[in-house]
């Protein structure tokens, strides 16, 4: 990976140790339903070493608080994945260590909040007159603490935290102006809430107390224009921000693709006049591109609370899920399930295709598709295709197969090999978070990763790492590593993506029809005839089950015919 600057290059040297042999193709657990795969733990990564977590600044004022005058310092978050260790817990994460100190109920180390109670987290959360808390921590904190309890208790207890320092401000001969900079903090405080977390404020309930702590903290600050300026515009733009995110998911739900029809009939080909994708693109750097649109536009729909609160409801020893919050996840569900389309999309077109010529440029367009998914750094479209093209029905299609000139597919193969945690597509990963690091234009700081696979990473952080230690404070150096990843992946997901759109290629990858696993089984068996005994008795199987099915069909017609007759209808 000599060249980050620019493609990333596919090498064209022997696989490594572990891989598959040459025209071997192994299909990643992509298409498995990420909730179902993490649930059941049937995934064996290992969780690689984890950075140390975002270090935040030791001042007069305590360490990780800014005294007013401090300017806000900039934290640039380091790579997602490192090197492949084991999956061991790290013997450094939440201990205490040498040159650590404790203030209160919180420990520091080196100038680093490493643990605390929850309390005292909270309290570290709130402003006071001279300091204001570092926005990493903000993050931070607001992120983990919903593992601990639902989002409306903690706003509460924030509340009740502010009231009472704005009581102690208000002792007689007290400074108006201590006050009204008391009050602007808090405002703030909210404000950073509200723009990285506004689905903690989706219900009445949460507006309701929101608006309510912002009267008492400021309700001596009536003369305060600026102030009641500030929540004006804070309460406008979180409103905005949920009718956009409720809009975005009308609008998914209408694009959502119906059950795929199991076939009444045995023959599954479409007819002929049908458009294929040749038919709509026949550029394959081009549907890259358009992939690579669909791909940011469903990512950055993704909050840091969705993923957040997916790895904490992952663990059914977790005593503190809040009821219904799964419910809201729904842009995680829609990610995933454009993967698996996609997927699909890919069998379709090679399986509906009649001719073995025919089939064998799709398979070769989708694999060069897939190459140039690699070289702008879209690894979650090139999975999916990898998938598609390894599902079963395709993989079958030996004589077709044969046709194919597949040296590119076999190294892509070799990136996305399992072996050693994925070892050759994080190296890859790693070389396009460096490539995005250091980016002169658009095209080159792209970078998607495999989505299951960095969902899998999170939930095996959260997983070996305890959520309190043995003098019952919150372990948070795991939380401070947990924020940075789930901040660098929304970080990728905010770039804007360069290339020009094509709304009538788009239209076809989301509207296009989509093969069932069983039609896609009957048009594999219609192109190739079966061959091992294995193959001709789900030939069988599938082949009666279909009549079967049609045999019902058609008396249920009859039926309904007859009583509409009988009724008049």
Same mark, same amino acid.
């Given at each position: 990976?000599?060249?980050?600057?620019?493609?990333?290059?596919?090498?064209?040297?022997?696989?490594?140790?572990?891989?598959?042999?040459?025209?071997?193709?192994?299909?990643?657990?992509?298409?498995?339903?990420?909730?179902?795969?993490?649930?059941?733990?049937?995934?064996?990564?290992? =969780?690689?070493?984890?950075?140390?977590?975002?270090?935040?600044?030791?001042?007069?004022?305590?360490?990780?608080?800014?005294?007013?005058?401090?300017?806000?310092?900039?934290?640039?978050?380091?790579?997602?994945?490192?090197?492949?260790?084991?999956?061991?817990?790290?013997?450094?994460?939440?201990?205490?260590?040498?040159?650590?100190?404790?203030?209160?109920?919180?420990?520091?180390?080196?100038?680093?909040? #490493?643990?605390?109670?929850?309390?005292?987290?909270?309290?570290?959360?709130?402003?006071?007159?001279?300091?204001?808390?570092?926005?990493?921590?903000?993050?931070?904190?607001?992120?983990?603490?919903?593992?601990?309890?639902?989002?409306?208790?903690? %706003?509460?207890?924030?509340?009740?935290?502010?009231?009472?320092?704005?009581?102690?401000?208000?002792?007689?001969?007290?400074?108006?102006?201590? =006050?009204?900079?008391?009050?602007? @903090?808090?405002?703030?405080?909210?404000?950073?809430?509200?723009?990285?977390?506004?689905?903690?404020?989706?219900?009445?309930?949460?507006?309701?107390?929101?608006?309510?702590?912002?009267?008492?903290?400021?309700?001596?600050?009536?003369?305060?224009?600026?102030?009641?300026?500030? #929540?004006?515009?804070?309460?406008?733009?979180?409103?905005?921000?949920?009718?956009?995110?409720?809009?975005?998911?009308?609008?998914?739900?209408?694009?959502?693709?119906?059950?795929?029809?199991?076939?009444?009939?045995?023959?599954?080909?479409?007819?002929?006049?049908?458009?294929?994708?040749?038919?709509?693109?026949?550029?394959?750097?081009?549907?890259?591109?358009?992939?690579?649109?669909?791909?940011?536009?469903?990512?950055?729909? #993704?909050?840091?609370?969705? =993923?957040?609160?997916?790895?904490?409801?992952?663990?059914?020893?977790?005593?503190?899920?809040?009821?219904?919050?799964?419910?809201?996840?729904?842009?995680?569900?829609?990610?995933?399930?454009?993967?698996?389309?996609?997927?699909?999309?890919?069998?379709?077109?090679?399986?509906?295709?009649?001719?073995?010529?025919?089939?064998?440029?799709? %398979?070769?367009?989708?694999?060069?598709?897939?190459?140039?998914?690699?070289?702008?750094?879209?690894?979650?479209?090139?999975?999916?295709?990898?998938?598609?093209?390894?599902?079963?029905?395709?993989?079958?299609?030996?004589?077709?197969?044969?046709?194919?000139?597949?040296?590119?597919?076999?190294?892509?193969?070799?990136?996305?090999?399992?072996?050693?945690?994925?070892?050759?597509?994080?190296? !890859?990963?790693?070389?396009?978070?460096?490539?995005?690091?250091?980016?002169?234009?658009?095209?080159?700081?792209?970078?998607?990763?495999?989505?299951?696979?960095?969902?899998?990473?999170?939930?095996?952080?959260? @997983?070996?790492?305890?959520?309190?230690?043995?003098?019952?404070?919150?372990?948070?150096?795991?939380?401070?590593?947990?924020?940075?990843?789930?901040?660098?992946?929304?970080?990728?997901?905010?770039?804007?993506?360069?290339?020009?759109?094509?709304?009538?290629?788009?239209?076809?990858?989301?509207?296009?029809? =989509?093969?069932?696993?069983?039609?896609?089984? #009957?048009?594999?068996?219609?192109?190739?005839?079966?061959?091992?005994?294995?193959?001709?008795?789900?030939?069988?199987?599938?082949?009666?089950?279909?009549?079967?099915?049609?045999?019902?069909?058609?008396?249920?017609?009859?039926?309904?015919?007859? !009583?509409?007759?009988?009724?008049?209808?």
């Amino acid at each position: 990976m000599a060249n980050v600057t620019g493609l990333l290059v596919l090498p064209a040297g022997p696989s490594v140790p572990g891989s598959s042999a040459p025209g071997c193709r192994v299909c990643p657990p992509t298409r498995v339903d990420y909730r179902r795969d993490v649930f059941g733990q049937s995934a064996a990564l290992c =969780l690689p070493r984890a950075a140390p977590p975002p270090e935040t600044v030791a001042d007069p004022v305590g360490p990780g608080r800014r005294p007013e005058t401090t300017t806000q310092m900039s934290v640039v978050f380091s790579s997602i994945l490192g090197p492949s260790q084991s999956g061991q817990a790290q013997p450094g994460m939440g201990e205490r260590g040498s040159g650590a100190s404790s203030s209160g109920d919180l420990v520091f180390q080196e100038g680093r909040l #490493i643990s605390g109670s929850l309390e005292a987290l909270m309290e570290h959360l709130v402003p006071t007159v001279d300091s204001y808390p570092d926005r990493p921590y903000i993050f931070t904190f607001l992120l983990s603490s919903r593992v601990f309890m639902p989002p409306h208790d903690l %706003l509460v207890r924030v509340g009740q935290i502010c009231l009472e320092q704005r009581q102690q401000l208000e002792t007689p001969g007290a400074e108006k102006a201590k =006050l009204k900079s008391f009050s602007a @903090k808090i405002v703030q405080l909210f404000k950073e809430w509200t723009e990285a977390f506004p689905c903690d404020f989706q219900d009445e309930k949460a507006m309701a107390e929101l608006k309510a702590i912002t009267q008492r903290v400021t309700r001596s600050d009536e003369e305060n224009g600026t102030v009641k300026k500030a #929540i004006a515009q804070m309460t406008q733009s979180l409103l905005l921000s949920l009718a956009a995110r409720s809009q975005l998911q009308e609008l998914r739900e209408k694009l959502r693709s119906p059950a795929m029809d199991k076939g009444s009939v045995l023959k599954a080909k479409s007819p002929a006049t049908q458009k294929d994708i040749l038919g709509v693109c026949c550029d394959p750097l081009v549907l890259a591109q358009q992939l690579t649109h669909l791909e940011l536009e469903r990512a950055s729909s #993704i909050h840091p609370g969705d =993923l957040m609160q997916m790895v904490s409801h992952m663990d059914s020893r977790d005593k503190h899920r809040c009821p219904g919050d799964l419910t809201k996840t729904y842009s995680l569900e829609a990610y995933d399930n454009w993967s698996n389309c996609l997927s699909m999309l890919v069998a379709t077109e090679v399986c509906r295709m009649v001719k073995k010529k025919h089939q064998t440029r799709m %398979l070769e367009f989708f694999i060069d598709v897939a190459q140039g998914c690699f070289n702008i750094g879209n690894f979650n479209s090139m999975m999916a295709i990898i998938c598609g093209m390894n599902l079963s029905p395709v993989a079958r299609l030996k004589k077709t197969w044969s046709k194919v000139k597949t040296a590119k597919f076999e190294v892509l193969e070799r990136h996305m090999d399992p072996c050693s945690n994925f070892r050759n597509y994080r190296t !890859a990963l790693q070389g396009a978070t460096q490539r995005a690091q250091m980016a002169k234009s658009s095209p080159e700081k792209i970078v998607i990763p495999v989505f299951n696979l960095f969902v899998k990473d999170l939930y095996f952080l959260h @997983k070996i790492h305890t959520n309190h230690l043995p003098n019952g404070h919150v372990n948070f150096e795991k939380f401070w590593e947990i924020s940075r990843r789930i901040q660098e992946f929304t970080t990728w997901t905010q770039v804007e993506c360069p290339f020009q759109k094509d709304k009538k290629i788009q239209k076809y990858l989301l509207t296009a029809p =989509l093969y069932s696993e069983e039609a896609l089984s #009957i048009a594999s068996f219609e192109s190739e005839g079966p061959e091992s005994r294995r193959e001709k008795d789900s030939w069988k199987t599938l082949r009666t089950t279909v009549r079967n099915r049609a045999r019902r069909n058609e008396c249920s017609r009859q039926t309904l015919d007859e !009583a509409h007759t009988c009724t008049g209808i």
